[in-house]
């Protein structure tokens, strides 16, 4: 017997105009790669929000746990020299 | 437990926002399901009373118009579903809860739009207060929801001036048609005001909800908004607002008005509105009718996939 399901959880991701980084619009439900493509075209971009979508299922995006903040970027605040205003320019250089 | 409320409690306090993956406290959680399920299933049973009139548009430009808006009202719906998805509802779940009676949806939809100009009257007053509300709601404390309103705050506007814009050509008509817009008027102008829910004094969710940031604005003060802003717009096109205590208060710089009828706001809300029962039979009736169409996608999937898996093997 066939089941009746609300379909599969798919992630839209929208590049709103040719050489910007796709940013993330929200989810959808389809049944497969065709289908999440046009549902997503349906719901997100019915005024010319973008050139191009990615949809990706939603269980392929591993998340991290937002427990682990400060584990995981604490680390990059004590590195201020991969910063350039941490360095000492010599008075009158120009263009550095 | 109480430590981890008071963590969370901070936070918001800071005007963080909170994220579907972040902890949170369930009664946070059980409070997000049922509101925006609730603001989901609103948009959703809100393309009824508006497709009803897609056939009986009064020209083609109409109906585009009015094509292009249910279609946004669907889309809404599915970008709240969504939102709310990510607190862990499933879709499934909240479609049962709705069809079952234990999820509400905006008493609004529970009255018939009888004439064209009922059209107009619902872009214009009832959109009209939808945004007043959800202007403020995109500031809530939860990410995946403020987001949501922000984009669907960015497609009301044409819902609002569509509307304006039916009532202002039907009071440049004839008698009848005038007679026809104030008569919407008459009708929509109390349930509208309904939409912002009781007086905070009476509204059991609110607390908890300002605390957490969810709500920042009382359902009076949103009322008032759309209150003051509204009447202008009624002068300018000669309708007049069926109130006859609306009188501009020069001291507190608004506009003073009569009391809602309260009673008739608790029967809607109670399944006695005009059309409650119609909204939700035919909700069932097309979710049942369109379940080969789910069972047609599923199927066509795995039978794919078994055939990838001979490829692949």
Redesign the interface.
Known sequence: MATDTQLDLWEVFIQPKSGNRYAHAGSIHASDKKMAIQNARDIYTRRGEGTSIWVVPSNCIIASDPNDEDMLFEPSNDKVYRHPTFYEMPEGAKNI | MEEHDNKFQSRIDAGEFV?P???MPDAYRNHLIRQMSQHAHSEVIGMQPEGNWISRAPSLRAKQILL?KI??EG?HG??LY??A?TLGI???EM?DQLQKGKAKYSNIFNYPALTWADIGAIGWLVDGAAIVNQISLQRTSYGPYS??ML?ICK?ESFHQRQGYEIMAKMMKGTKEQQEMAQDAMNRWWWPALMMFGPHDSDSPHSSDAFRWKIKREGNDELRQKFIDKTVQQSEVIGLTIPDKELKWNEQKNIYDHGEINWDEFNQVIRGNGPCNKQRMEHHIKYHEEG?WV??A?????NK?AKKENLINA
């Open positions: 994220e993956k972040d902890s292009a279609q946004d889309g599915l970008y969504s939102a998805e499933s879709r499934s479609i987001r949501a984009r497609e379940a789910r069972e996608a599923e199927a066509f999937k794919k």
